[in-house]
């Protein structure tokens, strides 16, 4: 709290749910390890409240934010600009402001590769099934595709994210070296069909997280086979559904999202500040209980 002062620059978080976050964890220890005036708040904002939330960064004279589901793709035209990738992505999740002239970013499709690299794992030249086209599985696909992932088979129900899925496949087949391809999630033997080649499975989507922790779009552990990375985004629980089915069939590499979630934040982190976080120290503080079990 000695940190705490009349100088000190807020940053926040906005999202909802938003309370399971690890963000003000990581992002307060790196500032204090740091000894950077900053404080990293988390705030309940949804759609309905989004723009007032995204006024109060200037408002305040905040220094930005994390915007995290389901507003990553809904603050796009409350924002003055928005980064390359971010433009190519059509989704933000940390937003910069420079006296009152606020850029969106996408930090996320940096922080899934980086989360791989940091296990050991290259995935490109590769094939990736990937669940979701919005506000995280959208800059997870494009960043895949332009780091040189291979083939990606995107699966997405038919509902408000379709038309997005669709634009996503375009760019990828024409701005990459990448080939991309659309299914619809409802269909079940397509989707078994395509994990069976599958080199990586990520679950990009919101299920497996609050108030969905005990559903999983794959349910039959024969799905996978063991020589696959199966990557859930969610990381509370730190062990998901998902995971415990891609267990039962004895994947090597079954990950949560803490490892994006902290990659992301990292990239996020000198955005702002324009210091390098300490991964290292952080990554001992998120990890530790998985280390000791």
Not at 39 to 62: H, K, N, P, Q, S
Not at 70 to 93: C, E, F, R, T, Y
Not at 137 to 164: C, R
Not at 198 to 204: G, K, R, S, T
Request: net charge negative; charged share 25%.
């Amino acid at each position: 709290m000695e940190r705490i002062d009349g100088h000190t620059i807020l940053i926040g978080l906005m999202a909802h749910p938003i309370r399971h976050s690890m963000s003000p964890t990581m992002h307060n220890n790196a500032f204090a390890k740091l000894g950077l005036n900053f404080a990293y708040l988390a705030f309940e904002i949804d759609c309905d409240r989004l723009a007032a939330g995204v006024e109060a960064i200037r408002t305040l004279d905040m220094r930005g934010a994390n915007i995290s589901m389901p507003n990553k793709q809904k603050i796009l035209p409350l924002l003055d600009q928005l980064s390359p990738a971010a433009k190519l992505a059509g989704a933000v999740n940390t937003v910069v402001n420079d006296h009152g002239v606020l850029t969106g970013y996408t930090t996320d499709g940096t922080g899934f590769m980086k989360a791989l690299e940091d296990e050991g794992l290259d995935i490109r030249g590769k094939k990736m099934v990937l669940t979701g086209a919005g506000g995280a599985g959208t800059p997870i696909a494009i960043q895949a595709a332009l780091d040189g992932v291979a083939e990606i088979a995107i699966f997405n129900n038919q509902d408000s994210h379709w038309e997005q899925a669709k634009k996503n496949v375009a760019i990828i087949n024409e701005q990459t070296n990448g080939h991309a391809s659309l299914h619809r999630l409802e269909d079940q033997a397509d989707f078994k069909q395509e994990l069976a080649t599958a080199d990586i499975y990520c679950d990009a989507t919101g299920v497996g997280m609050k108030p969905l922790e005990d559903k999983t779009l794959v349910e039959d552990p024969s799905w996978f086979h063991q020589d696959m990375i199966v990557f859930d985004t969610v990381y509370a629980p730190r062990t998901t559904k998902l995971m415990k089915v891609a267990k039962a069939a004895n994947v090597k590499h079954v990950l949560n999202g803490l490892g994006m979630m902290l990659e992301q934040g990292a990239e996020a982190f000198k955005l702002w500040t324009g210091k390098e976080m300490p991964v290292e120290y952080i990554r001992q503080l998120l990890f530790a209980d998985e280390e000791e079990r």
